[in-house]
């Protein structure tokens, strides 16, 4: 019996490690210079291209060797080996500094909340303009 083997398919891995570091597609378009539809289209594609997987990787925290041995089981596994062999008790020490997540997240929202003034400035100078000419 021969068993079919899965594609190494690059876009799902990218959208799996995106969303377990809790970034949307949106933070990762802004972050690469592209819409969020051109990540979702990359999300899709089973092939990136060396040059842009490297920026993604970049953006990602992870080197892109990382993305293209990325696998669901082992991404299982790890998190379910945090076991403290000592006692055999679960090690509740954590793995990632939880205020660089808060600052990151932070982060995001100050860049939201600017580009959402910037355009209602925008709006706000375009109507000035308007009332102007009348």
Do not use: W
């Amino acid at each position: 019996m021969e068993t079919a083997t899965k594609p190494n398919h690059i876009g799902r891995k990218i959208s799996r490690i995106r969303e377990l570091r809790g970034m949307k597609q949106e933070t990762l378009a802004e972050e690469l210079g592209i819409s969020q539809q051109a990540v979702s289209k990359i999300e899709q594609s089973e092939k990136v291209e060396d040059d842009k997987l490297e920026q993604i990787a970049k953006v990602l925290g992870v080197t892109k060797e990382a993305i293209g041995n990325f696998s669901e089981e082992l991404a299982i596994n790890y998190f379910n080996n945090f076991n403290d062999s000592s006692e055999g008790t679960f090690n509740n020490h954590c793995t990632f500094n939880p205020l660089d997540k808060l600052m990151d997240s932070y982060e995001e929202n100050r860049k939201l909340y600017e580009r959402l003034l910037k355009s209602e400035q925008d709006k706000i100078g375009y109507l000035e303009k308007l009332m102007k000419e009348k």
